[in-house]
Structures are given as C-alpha cells and as structure tokens.
C-alpha cells in the first residue's frame, strides 16, 4: 500500500467548516482511557475515540483516519515509538503526539527522530496535564491544517503555471524575468536559477536573433506603459531545433490600474505552420496518389464529361490516357445501368452528400461488361464543382457472394435437420440464431427466444458454474468440453441438457458471439437413475449373501479348530488343516469382494494430494512432500492408495528412513511419484505385485490400489531400482488435476457439472 497523507481527510477535518477534532487515544491501561476521554471530551471541540493495543490502533486507523493520534509509549506487543513509525509509514503528515509516564531523554529524541509533533509526560495534575493535552491536540491539528491550506493554494497554482501547454513567465518592470514555468524550461534545458533575474530579451530564448531581441525589449518597453503587444517569432529548443511561437506581452495591473508586473506568453505554433506546408504538399502530391490507387479513378463534370483519369482506370477500361477523355461516363456504363438514375445520383453529390452504389460497366473498345461499385464525392477546381468516383472491379467478389449464398443454403439446410438442438447468441447472452429442434425443445416460439438470453432459460444456480466455463474454457480455447446444466421449458417444467460452447469471430478474428449444440438428455438420464437403482438393489443383495457366507465361513473356521484341539489323529489334523487353509482362502475372497463393493460407491470428486498424505502417513518415516495445491480427480478411495504404499514401505522396505512424494507436470498430464530409500522391488516382481492374491499380508492390497486408480483413468507401475527403493508412479491424465484456486476443471470425462439432483451450488 502507498504512504497516505491527511490531505486526503475531507469533511470530517476541521480544516472543512470547523467540525470536531477527531482523537484516536491508545493506552493498555483502560482505566487512563476513560479518564483521559472523560476530561478532553469536556472541550466540545474534541471526539475521542479509544484504542487498548498498538495493532487495534492500526485497525482503526485504517477504518476512519482520525486527525490526532495520541499513544502511550509502554504497551505490549508493539510499543508507542513503533506505532509511530508505521503511522509515519502510511499516514505521513498524521499529527503524532506520545504521552506517556516514562521520561526518559533517548525516548524523547527516539519519538521526535521519527516525526512525534509532541512528546507530553504523564503525572501531575490531571486537569492541568489534560489541558496541556488538549492544548497541544489543538496546535497539531491547526498546524496540519494551516500547512495543508498553503500546500494546496501553491499547487494548485504552481499546477496551473507549470502544467500549462504554453509557455509563461513573470517579469518585473524593468523587464527582469522573476518567475518562469516548466514548460518555458523544458524548451531550452536549463533550470530557474540559470534563468532568473535575468533581463529576459538575455535569455536563451532571445539571444540566436539580435533583431528579435530589439524587438522583445520595445515589446517590454510598451507593455509596461500599458500596451498588449502580441508578434511572431523563433525560439530554438535545447536541440537546436526551431519552434515558431506565437508571443504575448500583456501588463498586469493592481486594483488601482497601476502596471505591477509583465506577463510574457508564448504559444508553439510549429505544428500549424508544419500543416500549412503539409497541405501545399499534399496538393502536389494528390496527382501521385490517384495514379497509384488500387481503384479506378475519374473526374467528371454534371453533364458526364470525364476531366481526368489515373492508370488503374486505363487498364481497367482498356484504354489510352487520350482515349479516356474522349469518351463519356455513358460511355463507359453498360445496358443494365440508367443514365437517368446516375444523374440523379450526380445532383445528390453536388449537393454534398457522397454516393456509394453497385453499377455494370462496360468497356467502350470491346463492349466487354463487368460489375463495379462505386463512390462518388464532390471535389472542386476553383469554383467549379465536380465529381470524383472512385470505382472498383467487384466481378470477383460477386462470384464469391454467390459462392457464399449457396453455402449458407446448404448450412441452413443442414442447421434445420439436425436431431440436436442448435443456438446462437451475442456476446452479452441475447439469443440469435435457432434451430427447429431447439425450438421444440424449449417449446418458445422464435420470437419469443428473441427477446431473451440464454440465461433466461438456466436456473439461475447454473448460472456461476456456465459463467466459468465461458472465461476460463470457451473465450481462452475457443470451445468448451462437454457439460451439462438444466433448462426451463415455456410451461416451467425444468429438464437436463448437455451441451458444448464454442466461441464465434468475425472476419479480423474478434469475438463476436458463442454458438452451443444441445442435447436433451431427460431419457438417459432416467435410465441412469434406473441403473443406479439396480445396482444399489444388487449391492444389497451382495451385501446380505457376503454376509451370510462370512457368518457359515465362521463357523466353519470355529468348528474346525475345536476339532483340531479335541482330535490328535495325523490324518484327520492334516485334513483340518486343508479345511482351515480353503477357509482362509474364502474368508480372503470374502475380503476382496466386500472391498469392490465399495468401489465407485461414491461419486469421483477432487482431492488434495498433500492433504491425502497428511492423514495417511506413517508416523514412524520422514516425508518429504512437494506437490503444493495439487488436486486429483479420483474416487474417494484413493486414501486407501496411499495407505497401502506407505503401509508396504514399512512392512517391505527394509530399512525406510524417509518416504518422498512430488508431482511433475509432464506433456499427457501429471506425474505423481511415491519414492522411498528402502531395499526396492526386485525386477521379477515389478509387474506381480499388482496381480490378485500376491504379498505377504492382505494378498490384494496393490491390486486393489490398482483398481481404485483406474476408475478415474488413473495408471500406477513401479520404476524404481532394485536395491535403491520403491519408486511408484502414478500417471494422472490431462483434466484429472488441477491447482487449487476455486476454478471450473474439466473432469477426464469431460463434464464439469453433472446433473445428480443438484446444482454446482448444492441447490
């Protein structure tokens, strides 16, 4: 934040119609506040507000600028000189007064060093010592107050002499030049002091021309009798340059009439002679322009006589210069043009309105026909009116135009038979261009459509989500990924839609408007709620069927201990363990399949990866995580990932001191890597430790991470050295991460909204 000042204090200052004095008073001691409040108060003049701390001081200060803050010096946290250095930092001129009980000398000189107006000790008598106070209030906030006037009365004057375009000084009678503005310097590169006091025909302004310096000083002479002189003269620039100024001398006069002092004024009026040269030239060059236009160019009087002519016009018409003004504009217009509207058109531009219409010419040696357009404005030779016409070959662009007609027809035609619904609208939302099928959609007649914007048909909580889709996808790429959102039908019923955004440009590449395919997506997604309803239906059942098997399992693992316990037979004991073993195996099913079950339970949603890995981590290991606002895009399972790879680390790793986890952007996405300085995975077993049924311990615990990832397009392998510890990778595809910042992400199956009951806003 930039240094304040109290000039920016407005009517609440005393300096505007003589209001109170607003007080801030800081102090720990809150009793001393409602004192020191209590007896300055009594003078009317004064509004004490309070503050306990040095940083609730700083607050307030930035809530309502006060025009006197008045601290104590001993306060915890930040003391009274502090606060005057941050108010000194920020406020500038903020008058500053330290009172406070400790008397010290190096705290004087310590508070007036960094800007203290007063410096008042505690003690006394307390009325005396509050009146000192509000006495000194008074004096800092009128001086403030007087210094503020002065400072804005000469900047507004010296603004005005200095910001001025011309140049202005002041002299004195004998022609002494006693003030000068910047501009005036800034022509010839000195400053004031190289300049004043100077007799001003003396100055550099004068001093290349002996003649005009005779001339300035009769000017002087003249002026101070009274006289305005006003003349043309040279001034050179620092440069060397020369600058044509228009030069005043005028007399300032007392309230008595008598000359007090002399204006001179001098206004650059280089640029008006520069014109007046430009415009001789431009006349000399105007032939040279016609001869080397890209159109045709004729000069013609009322009656169609032809004056003159430019190259482009002889090889268009396919003549000579000589043979060109022998011919008439009829001659030169085709059967399907009418002189007679021509002429009524030549009376329009000699009344001086200019002329552009589509014309067939005709060229007057082979009678070849050809479609030109035309322009025509009123030009003059002396006091002779004429007509310029500006003429350009259009048969090419004619052919294009018929080219483009028969194109729009196949688009219309392709526009309306299309199943999807189709619609156009400006920039600023209104509806343009429709489809029958988005007609019947909606079920608005085109008219209506007209008159409205496309968020008239959303509700209104689709309106955030589609907003950031457009900035951050549709006007940055120029499309938008698939989405979906809802609409409201002309009866009021709403019903969802998917549609895709694309930007529209006109010709130079600026856009102009977005053009949307929609989709009623009302049946698929009845069908989705059908299938969600299967299959919450068939997760019952497997709940209920894997719970009554656990239950038989159990007991069959509880029946065959106790036999084992109760029979010492070798056969039978070896037969019990078999049973045991193909226990074992079921309950490990069981385990597995109950673990699917929870697969894609829940809708994918966005996760922090180093929030995920605060809460799964392993106490026991260093981690070293560099993946700062990174988010995937996976089932709420992947938790259980990084359980599994932190858990595997410390049961398999050997000797793990430290677990890494970063993420690198690459090309097709993210690279996530969990890497540790364990003994690492042998090459044989690389790929087998994703398989069903492999490890130690749970047998599905990589080959369940494996699944989890994948359901959000999420790849994981290993890659480590053996020997040099476990290097996971996780490939996260493009639009399945992001930076946190609250901003619309494409998921990697392309819809940043997905209709399941509620808005983006959980509306």
Not at 264 to 281: F, N, Q, V, Y
Request: charged letters at 25%; proline letters at 3%; hydrophobic letters at 40%.
């Amino acid at each position: 934040m930039g240094s304040l000042s109290t000039d920016t204090l407005k009517s609440t200052h005393p300096a505007s119609g003589g209001r109170a004095i607003q007080v801030l008073l800081v102090d720990d001691e809150l009793d001393l506040l409602a004192v020191a409040k209590e007896f300055l108060e009594l003078d009317a003049e004064l509004h004490v507000r309070t503050e306990s701390s040095a940083g609730q001081a700083l607050e307030s200060i930035a809530r309502d600028l006060p025009h006197v803050v008045v601290s104590d010096f001993q306060m915890p946290h930040m003391d009274g000189i502090e606060l005057l250095k941050q108010v000194r930092s920020k406020y500038r001129d903020l008058p500053f007064i330290l009172f406070t009980g400790r008397g010290r000398e190096a705290i004087v000189i310590d508070a007036l060093n960094h800007g203290a107006d007063f410096y008042l000790q505690k003690g006394g008598d307390p009325e005396a010592q509050f009146a000192e106070l509000g006495s000194k209030i008074r004096q800092a906030a009128g001086r403030r107050r007087a210094e503020r006037a002065l400072a804005e009365s000469e900047a507004r004057f010296r603004g005005m002499f200095d910001q001025a375009f011309q140049l202005a000084g002041v002299l004195d009678l004998q022609g002494c030049l006693v003030r000068i503005n910047a501009t005036a310097l800034a022509m010839i590169g000195l400053n004031e002091a190289e300049v004043l006091g100077r007799p001003f025909w003396e100055t550099p302004w004068w001093t290349h021309d002996t003649a005009a310096q005779h001339r300035v000083r009769d000017a002087i002479s003249r002026a101070a009798a009274g006289q305005t002189v006003r003349f043309e003269t040279t001034h050179l620039d620092r440069t060397g340059a020369s600058h044509t100024i228009d030069f005043s001398l005028k007399p300032l006069v007392d309230d008595q009439g008598s000359v007090i002092a002399l204006l001179p004024e001098g206004r650059d009026i280089s640029h008006i002679k520069a014109a007046e040269a430009e415009l001789r030239e431009a006349k000399e060059t105007f032939r040279a322009v016609i001869d080397h236009s890209y159109d045709a160019v004729l000069v013609h009087d009322s009656d169609g006589r032809v004056l003159d002519v430019n190259a482009t016009m002889l090889r268009m018409y396919g003549v000579t210069y000589q043979e060109a003004l022998t011919y008439s504009i009829a001659d030169y217009s085709g059967p399907a043009s009418s002189m007679g509207q021509a002429k009524d058109i030549w009376a329009r531009v000699l009344g001086g309105e200019d002329q552009l219409f589509a014309w067939q010419a005709r060229r007057p040696k082979d009678g070849a026909l050809f479609d030109v357009e035309v322009y025509l404005t009123r030009v003059s030779a002396g006091d002779r009116p004429l007509i310029l016409a500006n003429v350009r070959d259009i048969t090419e662009r004619r052919k294009a135009d018929e080219a483009l007609r028969a194109s729009e027809s196949k688009y219309r035609q392709l526009h309306e038979s299309m199943i999807d619904a189709f619609g156009s609208c400006d920039l600023h939302g209104r509806i343009q261009v429709l489809n029958e099928a988005f007609l019947r959609m909606v079920g608005y007649s085109r008219d209506e459509l007209a008159r409205m914007t496309y968020r008239d048909l959303t509700p209104k909580r689709w309106h955030a989500m589609e907003q950031q889709i457009i900035e951050q996808q549709v006007l940055v790429r120029g499309y938008s990924a698939p989405y979906e959102k809802e609409y409201r039908r002309e009866d009021g019923t709403i019903f969802p839609v998917e549609l895709r955004t694309y930007l529209l440009r006109d010709s130079s590449g600026r856009p102009e408007g977005m053009a949307a395919v929609v989709r009623d997506i009302t049946e698929r997604k009845s069908m989705e709620r059908a299938i969600q309803e299967a299959h919450r239906k068939l997760r019952l059942l497997e709940s209920i069927t894997l719970h009554d098997i656990a239950n038989k399992v159990s007991i069959l693992r509880e029946g065959g201990r106790l036999a084992s316990a109760a029979n010492s037979d070798p056969d039978v004991a070896d037969l019990l363990r078999r049973m045991q073993a193909a226990t074992a195996a079921i309950v490990r099913q069981i385990d597995l399949a109950r673990a699917y079950q929870e697969l894609g339970d829940h809708a994918a949603g966005w996760f922090g990866v180093e929030e995920m890995v605060a809460k799964t981590r392993t106490p026991e290991v260093a981690l070293d995580a560099s993946c700062r606002g990174a988010e995937v895009f996976a089932d709420p399972m992947i938790e259980r990932v990084f359980l599994n790879l932190f858990d595997n680390a410390t049961r398999h790793g050997g000797h793990v001191n430290r677990i890494g986890v970063r993420c690198e952007a690459v090309p097709e996405g993210l690279r996530l890597i969990v890497e540790d300085d364990g003994v690492g995975v042998s090459i044989g077993e690389k790929e087998r430790i994703f398989e069903k049924g492999y490890g130690k311990h749970t047998g599905f615990g990589l080959f369940l991470a494996r699944e989890i990832l994948a359901i959000t397009g999420i790849s994981i392998r290993e890659t480590g050295l053996p020997g040099r510890g476990a290097r996971f990778e996780l490939r996260v595809p493009s639009g399945a991460h992001r930076q946190a910042s609250g901003h619309v992400q494409q998921t990697p199956f392309g819809r940043a909204g997905a209709l399941d009951g509620q808005g983006p806003d959980g509306s």
